[in-house]
């Protein structure tokens, strides 16, 4: 365990870096740098589990996210590029007022958001969360397990068929 | 103890979609035809199980209701559904799309709004949702060899996710505010604390992610254009099952979770039911193409609902309940009718449906009266449903709110005859044939038709069981 003092300066350290990354991802004009920026906010990201003392979800979120899924971008942004790499992921002429807009949504959200009184769970964490992980997804979320299995395969079938094109049974 | 066996229908649905998914694999090509009445069949024996065990009810795990307004809405997908895979038949055939995968993501789609429309959590909630939108997102990119529906298909799933992301954003908040994700939970501790800005927050977030479902202006931009790319039968279901299993689910959290903030959301539900009722309605004067008139029109009936919540009353329920079910009827017709022109002249446009009355009376007549009732018309049940909103409203004293929704629908009888001008009084191109309707899509044209009219003339059985559905559901 961490002291509190340690522990809130590793997460604003985290927090500034997943911001950070996370805004390189979108005002990036090469979609590569973008896509290994996603990767560093996701790895912030198992950063700040950690200091939830949800180890194995931080293991989970390495493994897939970083590992996996930014992986397959890469791969796609690879296998499909066309033109001139430097120049792949640009701004459309609208960004002043998307700008002007998300910064106002974000100065209100902020305001609300710092005015709630957070209610703070407090106690100790479990020892063994990956049998908690267990116990929740076969016993109290067994519905929206199973749900989000057939989800998966949905979306697995629709992404061959559309990946595999036209004429193919001819 | 877990008491598995209430959530019977649920788990048929899931066991026969993916054993569609199978059958695919077993059938030999040239007999996958038969895939499709495998599906309707099966369909109208689920929507029979549904209706015998109307009253079913229970909880699974402290967060997936059982109860008869969620078996009301089960009946209303399945009934939806199963006119569905009727109208597909011939169409899936024509258009060269995979049988059994279009049937089973069918079904699945089906199964995304039970579970959307049951939960009394918001993790379900979520994960019914993203499975209907997923797997409609690539029906309608199912076409694949016509570019139309590829584009609708990428603008669903871009604008999709956006959506999804914002209802994420909102569920988040007000499980941070209120500390958890069942429903009924919720409402408990709205009600004991009261309400921080930061569930204000996050209402404002989940009311965009349902307006955006059920295509409330302004979030209504995706509609037209996925509306007329996607495969005619799938926007028929698409306008009809999805919005009324995303306004369940909008009753279940709102009503639920949070009456009391009603006085602040029913505010927001009355600017956007005006701004859906002027420009679905208005937008849709100038359409030339019968998918993108019917998806305007769509709008506009989703404005009509909105009413129902407006009025934040039992008999405002039960109206939306009922004029969605008669809605799945008129909406599903008119979309029986286009499928059954576009199978014989592969067209969507409304100038083609010129002399229609004269090559197909049936194709006509159908369209004429689904329309009509959409209008609110008044033999059709159209009129019925329409005067319940309108009923709810009024007793809330939103008067001028009424009398808006009554000449905004006068607006809506003139684009709707346009339709039946042309093919009544317009005369057949040069050389065309009277068009053959396979016999069992006639079939569900002529119940659907029949229906249309029954609950017009006799709607006592169906108000009350609607009404009284409502009653057990939500009690001021």
Redesign the interface.
Known sequence: MLSTSTSTLVFWFLTILIVASALAVVLLRNIVHSALFLILTFVGIAGIYILLNAEFLAAVQILVYAGAIAILVVFAVMLTRRGDISESNLFNKNYLAAGVLCLALFI??TF??G?????I?SGEPPLNNVGAIADAFL??????F???A??L???M??AI??AR???Q?Q | MVNVQI?IIEILM?VF??GI?CMGLLVP?DSRRGIGYVTAVGLAVLLILAFVMRDASGV?????IIDPFGNYFKILFLAAALLTAVCSFEYVEKT?M?QS?YY??LV?AT??MM?LSSSG?L??LY??L??MT??F??LT??H??NSKSAEA?IKYLLLGALSSAIFLYGLS?VY??T?STVIKQIGFVVATNGA??????GTIFLLAGFAFKVTVVPFHMWSPDVYEGAPTPVTGFLSVASKAASIAALFRVFFVALPSLNSFWVQLFIVLAVLTMVLGNLVAIPQTNIKRLLAYSSISQAGYLLLGIVSFSVLGVGAVMYYSMLYVFGNMGAFMAATAFYNSDSSDEIEDYSGLAQRSPLIAAVMLFSLLSLAGIPPMAGFIGKFYLFMSIISRGYIWLAILGILLSMVSVYYYLMVAKSMYLGAPPEGSKTIRVNSSLQIAMVVSLLILFVLGIYPTPLTNYAMNTAVTFFMP
């Not at chain 1, 016993?139 to 929206?144: A, E, F, Q, S």
């Not at chain 2, 921080?196 to 927050?201: E, I, N, Q, T």
């Open positions: 209100l959200n609300l958001i005015q709630t009184f957070w209610t769970k016993g109290r979320y067994v519905l929206p199973e749900v989000a057939v989800l395969l949905v979306a079938v629709g068929l559309l094109g036209v004429n049974d | 959530l899931a979609g993916l998914l090509r699974f795990l402290n967060s997936y060269g995979n995968e089973s993501l699945l199964l995304g579970i959590e993790i379900s994960l019914g993203e499975l997923i797997t997102i690539i990119g199912f694949l060899d298909g908040l941070g505010a500390g921080s800005p930061a569930l204000v927050l």
